[in-house]
């Protein structure tokens, strides 16, 4: 009889001390999208190559890793982003987590969104630098200033250069590490809102619409039709120093630009030069004149670059085209001519998606900048227009400077309607689904060595490409309909 209850006080103690958690995150099919740099120049990617070591415990898929970057920030992270549940701290305040380290050290979990407002938390477990090991963070022992956490949370960041205590090194004076996460282990909370994670995720036709989201906004064309109300700027440089400053001038009529019914006409004169080293007298550049920059023309180490844009921050989570035509162009070939649409942060510096056309000397013709929904949901400001880039100009000498000129590009019906059709997501972890106004004739996909991998003549307005034949790279798919072509560039994640 003492047995008995000897062994059933062990298997009460035994259960006890073991934790079932309701959720697990393996990380499988995640992109960079769901696992996060923050802050220095940490690189965080989703990888599923084997990692040496011993207890590999998650060599069987992706795993989250991190490497941190010499003369950066100590506090360098990786995040998740949760997909199907918060992750519940209420009652349940650990979790587990499958870290990888091949020296001894310790791993700073941080909880990151409380949902419904509420203190992040923070907490610690150290690692003996064996390869993969089973980490328990509990949030009732709050490390980095923080408190006990209790509430559902959006995100979970891991810190590898913790050091128990605080963070190793100083700004700018970090370590280069590699570290590896996968089987996050957590009690489920509420379903994440899949409609707004900035994810294509549960029944969403993209990203964070259609399905059961709002329906996905129609794609918006861009042609000029002579109603735009046009902003500018100037940008000056010295080619040895780089960027000097930049100002607003009142309009683009200081630019020398002639908004005409069907365009604009674009002259490089930024009229902002003066022959005599005095301020110009109507007052226009007064705050910004230099004589050292804007009586000096011809000298090749001092460039003016003026914008003519339009900033329209609605088109933010829609598919973009940006058409037009340049039907002369007679500018001299030492200034560069651009048409972009840009995507800028707060900060207004690129997102990296925006998408510029270089012209080369005397080129016209049609044009065409497309940016994807995708992107355009990453960015603050949208912008579109042209921009002219050279020597400051003489005014006496503008007949000989040429200018160039840009209007609406003239299209079919069919082209028209080609310019509205779509392919998504776009990269996929799956197939692709295009969608279009009119018949798809035929639909071709190559490689970047122009191998065609798939062909199909739908006859539809919508199609899928499929992707099971194709590897991780870049395609490019040729789609018909109404007998004119177009070629978007795909990714296969």
Request: glycine fraction near 10%; hydrophobic fraction near 35%; charge should be negative.
């Amino acid at each position: 009889m003492k047995k008995i209850t000897l062994l059933t006080f062990l298997f009460s103690a035994m259960f006890a001390f073991s934790q079932t958690y309701t959720a697990t995150e393996d990380f499988t099919g995640l992109t960079t999208v769901e696992f996060q740099n923050d802050n220095g120049s940490t690189n965080s990617t989703v990888e599923n190559a084997s990692l040496s070591g011993s207890n590999a415990v998650a060599s069987d898929g992706d795993y989250g890793q991190i490497i941190t970057q010499a003369a950066s920030q100590p506090w360098q992270a990786g995040y998740l982003v949760l997909q199907d549940n918060y992750m519940d701290l209420t009652t349940t305040r650990t979790i587990e987590v499958d870290v990888y380290s091949d020296t001894a050290t310790f791993i700073l979990a941080k909880a990151v969104g409380a949902v419904g407002g509420g203190a992040d938390g923070a907490t610690d477990a150290s690692h003996p630098g064996n390869g993969w090991a089973t980490l328990e963070f509990d949030f009732d022992v709050p490390k980095d200033g923080g408190a006990a956490s209790a509430s559902q949370f959006e995100k979970l960041f891991f810190f590898p250069l913790w050091n128990g205590t605080g963070f190793d090194g100083s700004e700018n004076n970090s370590a280069v590490t590699t570290t590896a996460y996968d089987n996050v282990k957590y009690t489920a909370g509420d379903s994440t809102d899949t409609c707004s994670n900035g994810i294509l995720d549960g029944d969403e036709t993209d990203i964070d619409c259609g399905g059961s989201c709002a329906t996905c906004p129609d794609p918006v064309v861009i042609e000029l039709d002579g109603s735009e109300v046009w902003e500018s700027y100037i940008n000056v440089f010295d080619l040895a120093d780089g960027y000097q400053f930049g100002f607003a001038p009142s309009g683009p009529e200081s630019l020398k630009t002639e908004v005409v019914p069907d365009g604009v006409n674009f002259f490089p004169n930024f009229d902002v030069w003066d022959a005599n080293d005095a301020t110009p007298g109507d007052g226009e550049f007064d705050s910004q004149w230099n004589s050292t920059w804007f009586s000096s023309p011809g000298i090749p180490s001092k460039k003016v670059e003026a914008n003519l844009y339009i900033t329209d921050n609605a088109l933010i989570g829609s598919d973009i085209t940006f058409n037009g035509k340049i039907p002369s162009n007679s500018l001299l070939g030492t200034y560069e001519v651009r048409v972009f649409i840009k995507t800028l942060n707060g900060g207004f510096a690129d997102t990296g998606a925006s998408d510029v056309k270089i012209l080369t000397a005397s080129e016209t013709g049609d044009f065409s900048l497309s940016v994807t929904r995708e992107e355009s949901l990453g960015a603050t400001f949208i912008q579109y227009g042209f921009a002219v880039y050279g020597e400051i100009a003489d005014p006496n000498t503008e007949f000989i400077l040429g200018n160039v000129k840009f209007s609406s590009e003239t299209l079919g019906v069919a082209n028209n309607e080609l310019n509205v059709f779509k392919i998504y997501p776009n990269p996929t972890l799956g197939d692709w689904t295009v969608k279009a106004q009119n018949t798809i004739q035929a639909i071709q996909v190559f490689d970047i060595l122009g191998k065609e991998v798939f062909a199909s003549r739908p006859n539809n307005t919508e199609a899928i490409i499929s992707t099971d034949a194709l590897r991780t790279g870049v395609y490019f798919a040729k789609v018909t309909s109404n007998n004119v072509e177009k070629t978007v560039k795909l990714i296969k994640q």
